[in-house]
Each structure stands twice: as C-alpha cells, then as structure tokens.
C-alpha cells in the first residue's frame, strides 16, 4: 500500500511555502526533493517546508529532508521547517538530523524567522 503526499506551493512576502501532507516514504520522498528543486531553480531562496500533515517519515523521507538541507544550502538559501508532528520530530531526532535544520513550531513564526534575513 503507498501513501499519497500532497504537496501545495504558494507565496508569501518573497517566502516560497510548501505545504506537505501525506506520509514521507521511499514512494513519495523523490516528490518533495523534486519540488524543492523547482522551487529553487525558479529564484526562490526562502523556503519554508510545512509538515504539519505529514505523519510519518521513513529512513527514504529522512534521507530526502536531509537532501533538501543541501539542496537549499547549495543554492545559498535559507530553510526553516515548521510543524514538525510528534512521530516526525522524534524521527529526525533518533537519525541525529534535528539539529541541521531550522525549526518553528508555526508557519507564521518561520515566515516571520525568514523574513528577518538579510538579502544575499
């Protein structure tokens, strides 16, 4: 059984948000880096990654937030995630990834945290 991760793009204040929802397995994970890539390659380089409905991340979605620090890094963006649920959180945590990634418990206070940047 596979499932579905959504993921809808909109913008704010020069903010590209990406709003995920869905379980973050092998079978989606590839979805979200690609998103991510487009988001980027597009100009944008404040991105917030909401995964207030993503209840679940395999080692493959773990691996593919992983990427997105990266790719982010990269591009000399900047990224913050905000509603990281309980399951998510402790995954990201247990991997020793936590610590790489930016993290507001809203959207509104990541937007806010990004906005706070100065230009590159």
């Known amino acids: 059984m596979t499932w579905k ?3 809808h793009r909109d913008s704010t204040d020069g ?3 990406l709003r995920v929802a869905g379980r973050l397995g092998s079978a989606s994970s590839g979805d ?11 100009g ?4 917030l990654l909401d995964l207030t ?8 979605g773990l691996m593919s937030l ?4 990266g790719l982010v890094h990269v591009a000399q963006g900047t990224l913050v995630v905000c ?3 309980e399951p998510v959180r402790l995954a990201l945590d247990l991997s020793g990834l936590l610590p790489n990634f930016a993290v507001e418990p ?3 206070e990541a937007t806010a945290r990004l906005l706070k940047l100065p230009d590159r």
Do not use: F, H, K
């Open 5 to 7: 991760l959504t993921i």
């Open 15 to 17: 903010v590209a948000v």
């Open 32 to 42: 979200l880096v690609e998103a991510v890539q487009e988001t980027v390659r597009g």
């Open 44 to 47: 944008s380089r404040r991105l």
């Open 53 to 60: 409905g993503v209840d679940y991340a395999s080692s493959a």
């Open 66 to 69: 992983d990427a997105i620090c």
């Open 83 to 85: 509603g990281l649920t």
């Open 106 to 108: 809203s959207a509104a």
